[in-house]
């Protein structure tokens, strides 16, 4: 008998926003303090907000609520690019970062 539910993680947004956001902690956690506190909190906060979302909105029964942890999920995510685009505008990461 096949398991007739899902798990969070056969999501690939969930996955791909989990490695997103591990990955910039791996790059973060290197930086000066004045950068790490600043950006890299703020980077690294929004960063880890898209796929917890994601994981409460997924536990949730009622599909109001799913969507909107959905929704914060995809707000997480701007926030995420616009600090990125920060942290490149700053010089604290590369392209190839």
Do not use: C, P
Not at 73 to 88: H, N, R, V
């Amino acid at each position: 008998m096949t398991n007739q539910f899902i798990n969070i993680e056969t999501i690939d947004a969930y996955n791909r926003s989990f490695n997103l956001s591990n990955r910039i902690w791996s790059v973060v956690i290197k930086w000066d303090n004045f950068e790490k506190f600043g950006v890299g909190s703020q980077l690294t906060r929004a960063a880890d907000s898209i796929s917890a979302n994601l994981a409460e909105g997924f536990g949730r029964y009622h599909k109001k609520d799913k969507i909107k942890f959905f929704r914060y999920s995809f707000g997480s995510l701007l926030e995420t690019i616009d600090w990125i685009k920060k942290a490149k505008t700053r010089a604290l990461i590369d392209e190839e970062q």
